[in-house]
C-alpha cells in the first residue's frame, strides 16, 4: 500500500534552518513528480515545491531562495532544505506525488511533519 512518512520538522527560531525528509513506498516513485505541501491552522494546505522526474524544480514564490528540494530515486526519498525560515513557514509539512494532488487524490496524506518558526 501506499506510504509517506515524513521526518525533520521541529522548533526552530526565524532565520534558522531544518532538513525534512519524505520516504515513500508502494508508489512508482522514480516516475512520479513529487511536491512537498505545508498546511497552516485555519489555511489550506498549499504547495511549497515540487520537483520532476529528470529533477527540475519548481517553488512557490514564498520560498523561492529559501527553500530547495532534491529527490533520490535510488532511496525513494524527497527532500526539503529549508533556509532563512520565518514564524509564517510554521505549519505541518506533508510530501505527496504532485499527480494525486491534482486530481483530488486524497487517500495517502501520511502524518506530516510539524515545523514551527518561532523566538
Known amino acids: 500500500q501506499v506510504q509517506l512518512v515524513e521526518s525533520g520538522g521541529g522548533l526552530v527560531q526565524p532565520g534558522g534552518s531544518l532538513r525534512l525528509s519524505c520516504v515513500a513506498s508502494?508508489?512508482?516513485?522514480?516516475?512520479?513528480?513529487m511536491g512537498w505541501y505545508r498546511q497552516a491552522p485555519g489555511k489550506q494546505r498549499e504547495l511549497v515545491a515540487g520537483i520532476r522526474i529528470v529533477g527540475s524544480t519548481m517553488y512557490a514564490d514564498f520560498v523561492k531562495g529559501r527553500f530547495t528540494i532534491s529527490r533520490d530515486n535510488a532511496k525513494n526519498t524527497v527532500s526539503l532544505q529549508m533556509n532563512r525560515l520565518k514564524p509564517e513557514d510554521t505549519a505541518v509539512y506533508y510530501c505527496y506525488p504532485m499527480i494525486y494532488f491534482a486530481s483530488g487524490e486524497n487517500r495517502y496524506w501520511g502524518q506530516g511533519t510539524q515545523v514551527t518558526v518561532s523566538s
Open positions: 508502494g508508489i512508482p516513485f522514480s516516475i512520479y513528480e
